[in-house]
Nanobody
Framework: QVQLVESGGGLVQAGGSLRLSCAGS????????MNWYRQAPGKQREWVAT???????NYAHSVQGRFTISRDNVKNTIYLQMNSLKPDDTAAYYC??????????WGQGTQVTVSS
């Protein structure tokens, strides 16, 4: 059984930083692309960042240059370092992997609130 558990969310002032973590079991992160998504109240869930199995990273335009996704293969954990946070970054952040059609795994989410 695959479990993804996010942590690290909280309340921060605009311009501040947070680091989110996603720890997993039942899925080897280093063998799969891992993603961060977010969903703000009243909005659709949106993709934030991806780290591929070979370590390549991609970011949504809205977070490019401010967020960094990384992976610790020993801990089977991915991270999202978020700097220069803006009120528009306020959302629930979710860890995700979909290794193949029919397997789509999500964590329970961690709330990030950025005050102005």
């Amino acid at each position: 059984q695959v479990q993804l558990v996010e942590s690290g969310g909280g309340l921060v002032q605009a311009g501040g930083s947070l680091r989110l973590s996603c720890a997993g079991s039942g899925l080897i992160f280093s063998l799969n692309a891992m993603n961060w998504y977010r969903q703000a109240p009243g909005k659709q869930r949106e993709w934030v960042a991806t780290i591929t199995s070979d370590g390549r990273t991609n970011y949504a335009h809205s977070v490019q240059g401010r967020f960094t996704i990384s992976r610790d293969n020993v801990k089977n954990t991915i991270y999202l370092q978020m700097n220069s946070l803006k009120p528009d970054d306020t959302a629930a952040y979710y860890c995700n992997s979909f290794p193949d059609p029919g397997r789509d795994y999500w964590g329970q989410g961690t709330q990030v609130t950025v005050s102005s």
